[in-house]
């Protein structure tokens, strides 16, 4: 674990303070090491930093980012940037690259990770990405993009050089602030021109599950979700418009930021969208819910919505609702439906709070999960077999889609029990969704294309990875089972998938490649990873009771001893990640041993975690 540097400690006491709303004190100064640097919130409360720029981001969660005049706003905080460009430190904008987003580090404090996502990278990235939507929308009208965060401690700082990034390009900005990932890709397809929309663009500022101190950005069209061609293009545009920040800039980007920024309250509109949409579901029943008990986890991410405006006009009770409020400091658990902390949390919660149902996103909304009022995990490949249940009850023999980590189990109960066809793709959200609507291009019907990190896109959304939409998938099946009297409580979600086959053990391991060792020198880690799978798949047509997965996208999935295996490379680290599925302990360590034999003699390899799951067979 990265040390926790007392730098960090102070960054969160301020932005604890700050998050509480305990800063009444007109005049209060803040004192931390060398080099001093000022902020004003606009309300009498002045800030005094001695410390990096980036550090001062902490304090500024709820002190407000601008001023209202008749729906305009300017930029409080637009001054305060010059600082950080004149000390502008050299970014290789590539590496910010993550698949299809942005992420990098934001916050200063932890040892070993140097702040690379930067007020002037933000603001570059904003401008590369206003100058990419220019250029593929036309100059013929003012364009607009939206802009909203989650609950990071970053947030508001990068907010404001997006804002100037956006605004430097000539183009207007919508300020959300507080939103989920789904909403910012509905701007740009809703049709209300008193919210100013659809948006041409929009920018979220989230890093999903990943630390406090991280950041990052995801960019949407009404096209959907920019692909990894698009944001590799945005960053190169960066990179040239960072290395051209001069003075003169700075100051206009200043100017132009407070004539062109709108602040609009979206995720009030979104809400009642997904309200609707329940209603829409059950027939138009106003409180469809009534009756049920439903609790949120939003792991203080940006889902703490969800109870008040989306599940309480429904008619639903959600006492017992846990970690609402947005700190992005992230106290409580991870926000994540995969963590096992966190399932634990929501489930604790189901059970003590007597609920019908759980409901848990992570931070920025886009996955999500569920607990039954056995507290009985629905997440990974049960929930990939309920949605499958309700969507192909719908639209039958429609085909679902899956990344390549999916079970063998869920692959007979969506053929054999729902009748529907099982597609097992790559790994990642984007490759997932985009298979999806590839087949549909071809004629191949796909309603609902998901990943086992709970990353859901159906068509009937227009293909977006939407957590609280599928949670909406869920609450109208529970709503309309109990109109037409067979269940009244979340068994009638848990029966739909009672027929899947589970395995008893479930384990990924995580094999590292030593980039230092002599045996990778001078290669990539792709091409000696490359080379494992080769060897691998080479020797395991040698094994009789072994047998090859017929089709297979990803890494080598072999079946064998009642369960099986995928050995493949990771979307973006050094890592191979080797899923085992078995009916047994027993079961999964002749699996693992087989691997093992097969890999053990690449040195740049480090085996440890096989080697450690398989030295549990003798202390078991």
Request: aromatic share 6%; hydrophobic share 40%; with cysteine.
């Amino acid at each position: 674990m990265a040390a926790f540097a007392w730098e960090v400690g102070q960054n969160t006491f301020l932005a604890g303070t700050c998050q509480r709303g305990i800063t009444e004190e007109p005049s209060l100064r803040v004192l931390c090491p060398p080099v001093s640097s000022c902020w004003n919130t606009g309300s009498g409360l002045k800030l005094v930093w001695t410390s990096k720029p980036s550090v001062r981001q902490d304090c500024l969660w709820k002190q407000p980012l601008v001023s209202s005049d008749r729906g305009r706003i300017t930029c409080s905080v637009a001054m305060s940037r010059g600082e950080a460009l004149a000390t502008k430190e050299n970014i290789d904008f590539k590496t910010l690259q993550n698949g299809s987003d942005i992420r990098g580090v934001a916050v200063t404090g932890v040892e070993g990770e140097p702040c690379n996502l930067t007020e002037a990278a933000s603001e570059a990235i904003a401008a590369g990405f206003s100058e990419w939507l220019v250029e593929r929308k036309g100059s013929e009208r003012h364009l607009r993009i939206s802009v909203g965060h989650d609950s990071r401690i970053s947030a508001h700082v990068l907010q404001a050089a997006v804002l100037r990034g956006i605004c430097r390009s000539g183009v207007d900005a919508i300020l959300y602030g507080l939103a989920s990932t789904p909403a910012m890709f509905n701007s740009t397809i809703t049709r209300r021109e008193d919210i100013f929309c659809p948006v041409d663009g929009a920018i979220m500022i989230t890093a999903s599950h990943l630390p406090y101190n991280r950041n990052g950005f995801k960019f949407f069209t009404s096209d959907g979700g920019l692909g990894k061609g698009d944001i590799s293009d945005i960053l190169t545009r960066a990179a040239q418009i960072y290395s051209h920040f001069t003075e003169d800039e700075k100051r206009s980007s200043t100017q132009a930021t407070g004539n062109v920024v709108q602040e609009v309250n979206y995720m009030g509109h979104y809400a009642s969208d997904l309200v609707e949409a329940v209603r829409r579901g059950v027939g138009g029943k106003e409180h469809p819910l009534e009756g049920f008990h439903i609790i949120v986890d939003a792991g203080n991410g940006a889902g703490g919505f969800f109870p008040e405006t989306v599940l309480a006009p429904l008619g639903a009770t959600t006492v017992g609702s846990q970690f609402l409020e947005p700190d992005g400091m992230f106290p409580n658990h991870i926000a994540n439906p995969e963590d096992k902390e966190a399932m634990v949390a929501i489930t604790k919660a189901v059970l003590e709070s007597k609920a019908d149902l759980g409901i848990i996103f992570d931070t920025d909304v886009d996955r999500a999960a569920a607990v039954d009022s056995g507290g009985h995990e629905i997440n990974r490949n049960r929930l990939i077999a309920l949605l499958s249940a309700i969507v192909l009850a719908e639209h039958p023999g429609t085909t679902i889609v899956t990344d390549s980590v999916t079970s063998d189990g869920l692959t007979a109960f969506i053929e054999n029990k729902l009748g529907g066809k099982h597609h097992r793709f790559k790994r990642g959200y984007k490759n997932v969704i985009d298979e999806g609507i590839c087949l549909n291009s071809i004629g191949q019907e796909c309603h609902l294309a998901i990943e086992t990190s709970g990353h859901g896109a159906l068509k009937e959304n227009h293909w977006l990875d939407d957590g609280a939409y599928l949670m909406v998938k869920l609450l109208v099946k529970l709503a309309a089972a109990k109109a037409a009297g067979e269940r009244s409580d979340s068994n009638a979600l848990t029966d739909l998938i009672k027929e899947l086959e589970e395995a008893e053990v479930s384990v990924e391991l995580r094999l590292k490649f030593d980039l230092n060792h002599p045996g990778i020198s001078g290669r990539s880690f792709r091409e000696y990873g490359e080379d494992v799978l080769r060897h691998l798949e080479s020797v395991s047509k040698e094994v009789p009771y072994l047998t090859k997965a017929p089709v297979n996208y990803e890494g080598v999935r072999i079946s064998g001893f009642g369960g099986w295996f995928l050995l493949r490379l990771s979307l973006h680290d050094p890592v191979l990640p080797l899923n085992i599925e078995a009916p047994s302990h027993e079961a999964a360590i002749k699996i693992a041993s087989e691997v093992f034999s097969a890999v053990k003699d690449f040195a740049a390899l480090d085996i440890s975690s096989l080697k450690k799951f398989l030295a549990s067979a003798k202390s078991s």
